[in-house]
T-cell receptor, first 113, second 111 residues
Framework: NAGVTQTPKFRILKIGQSMTLQCTQD?????MYWYRQDPGMGLKLIYY???????DKGEVPNGYNVSRSTTEDFPLRLELAAPSQTSVYFC????????????FGPGTRLLVL | QKEVEQNSGPLSVPEGAIASLNCTYS??????FFWYRQYSGKSPELIMS????GDKEDGRFTAQLNKASQYVSLLIRDSQPSDSATYLC???????????FGTGTRLTIIP
């Protein structure tokens, strides 16, 4: 089991460029999440999904889009990169809601210049 | 807006002593409480979860929950240098799929 994998590990973007952060889990988890973590701060939820074809906004969704066509994959799209999107992005998954552990991927460090 | 508050630290504790980490939350409807450990440059990993008032022990770790006072704490006994990390408190409402995280407390264990 690879768990939750994320690519790329690190990326530098110019303002206005777009990119997709990839997230894949092989644990057959229904729930998947995208967080961002700014230096010295906690995690902020961007988007989440409770199953294939179902997504919903989190606390800080502006500037991002997601899709969930399969149980395994949950890509995060940045359409017009801005310096405010410089952050570390974590993908996480869990089997079900509530008391279930969320498993985190290793993160993607994004720098927008 | 739901809030989870933690002292950002840094909290310095001598090796072998007890480290005490605290967290308060604003939403009385919160039902599930989690402590995550995050080493520098790494992703968070779950170390404790607690759902009922009282204490829950797991090895050197004890989580304490007081819903009336809206706080949850984590005690680390016999602190080791490997415990040096940032500890994130997270809270989830009943029937809600989302976690709300605090900003974390940076803990340093001094040999």
């Amino acid at each position: 089991n690879a768990g939750v994998t994320q690519t790329p590990k690190f990326r530098i973007l110019k303002i206005g460029q777009s990119m997709t952060l990839q997230c894949t889990q092989d644990m057959n988890h229904n729930y998947m999440y995208w967080y961002r973590q700014d230096p010295g701060m906690g995690l902020k939820l961007i988007y989440y999904s409770v199953g294939a074809g179902i997504t919903d906004k989190g606390e800080v969704p502006n500037g991002y889009n997601v899709s969930r066509s399969t149980t395994e994959d949950f890509p995060l799209r940045l359409e017009l990169a801005a310096p405010s999107q410089t952050s570390v992005y974590f993908c996480a998954s869990s089997y079900a809601r509530g008391q279930e552990t969320q498993y985190f991927g290793p993160g993607t460090r994004l720098l927008v210049l | 807006q739901k809030e989870v508050e933690q002292n950002s630290g840094p909290l310095s504790v001598p090796e072998g002593a007890i480290a005490s980490l605290n967290c308060t939350y604003s939403d009385r409807g919160s039902q599930s409480f989690f402590w995550y450990r995050q080493y520098s440059g790494k992703s968070p990993e779950l170390i404790m979860s607690i759902y009922s008032n009282g204490d829950k022990e797991d090895g050197r770790f004890t989580a304490q929950l007081n819903k009336a006072s809206q706080y949850v704490s984590l005690l680390i006994r016999d602190s080791q240098p490997s415990d040096s990390a940032t500890y994130l408190c997270a809270v989830m409402d009943f029937g809600n799929e989302k976690l709300t995280f605090g900003t974390g407390t940076r803990l340093t264990i001094i040999p």
